[in-house]
């Protein structure tokens, strides 16, 4: 059957929801994991067909990056866990969040890069909190392929 | 000292597993990010070496098990970091760090057939679960 939708997600996209999903298959109850399992071979449905079509390579940088985008995304769900046992650390957490967020998406953003799938319309926004912190090394280090 | 090639090599899912942790210590661990940064940078380039010596090729199912071996490392972390903050914690949280090492050494072994390594040397034997409860992974 042709796919007639013309917005699709990207590659990065399909691969940041399912560390999300895989996240959810642990942690959520099983009754909530049964459709998350099923969500998740869709998820690799896609990833594979993306895979051949787009005759993507593995690199050890990807790796890298999927590997951190997975992490991030579980350092989030941790992180809310912990802005709601401890409410005096609240807004130094939210911070903590908003920066994994940023550097989720400049993660996003690098693997359409890799694999030509950016483009200035579905380029992701980053807001970092400062210029001091835990990320700028990590940046600096993606940035040059390390 | 002989200057002999080494012969016994870290295998490929070891250095992904490797990989993972130390990912995990540069995000975290502020006061050596930089020897942590450095040891990725070794890792990658080993791993690089092992992808182009045998022509690995990506399958949706192998950045699944990337997955989930970078998440069970993190779930870890975190289990023992409640260890040693919760004292009267301690001995349930040993038990799952260690329930939950038999799924992530599952998945490295996983991650070598995946990879194409069929070497049984390379294979971890640590693989009892002990009847872990509520985590789950459909693998």
């Known amino acids: ?146 | 000292m002989s200057d002999a090639p080494r012969r016994c090599h870290v295998s490929f899912s070891e250095l992904l597993d490797r990989l993972s942790i130390a990912q995990i210590k540069e995000v975290m661990l502020s006061e050596e990010r930089s020897s942590y940064s450095e040891e990725i940078r070794r890792i990658m380039h080993d791993i690089t070496l092992i992808i182009e010596e045998n022509n690995i090729k990506p399958t949706a199912h192998f950045l699944r098990l990337v997955i989930v071996l970078a998440q069970i490392n993190l779930h870890i972390w975190h289990i023992k970091e409640t260890m040693m903050k919760n004292k009267s914690r301690f001995d349930e949280c040993m038990k799952l760090a260690h329930q939950l090492n038999g799924i992530r050494n599952q998945v490295k072994n996983m991650l070598l057939e995946e990879s194409g390594f069929i070497d049984a040397t390379k294979k971890r034997t640590n693989v009892n679960t002990d009847n872990i409860q509520g985590w789950h992974f459909s693998l």
């Open chain 1, 1 to 146: 059957m042709t796919d007639m939708r013309q917005f699709q997600f990207s590659f990065a996209d399909l691969i940041d929801q399912l560390t999300i999903d895989q996240i959810k298959e642990v942690l959520l109850s099983e009754e909530q994991a049964k459709k998350i399992i099923s969500e998740i071979e869709q998820l690799e449905h896609d990833i594979g067909t993306l895979l051949h079509n787009k005759n993507i390579g593995l690199k050890a940088e990807f790796i890298r990056m999927v590997i951190l985008l997975s992490q991030i995304n579980l350092h989030v769900w941790y992180n809310k866990d912990e802005m709601m046992s401890e409410p005096d650390n609240y807004i130094e957490l939210l911070r903590f969040s908003q920066d994994l967020n940023s550097m989720r998406n400049h993660i996003k953003n690098l693997i359409m890069a890799a694999i030509d799938e950016a483009t200035p319309a579905n380029k992701r926004s980053t807001f970092f909190s400062d210029n001091s912190s835990w990320y700028v090394q990590i940046l600096a280090n993606l940035r040059n392929g390390k």
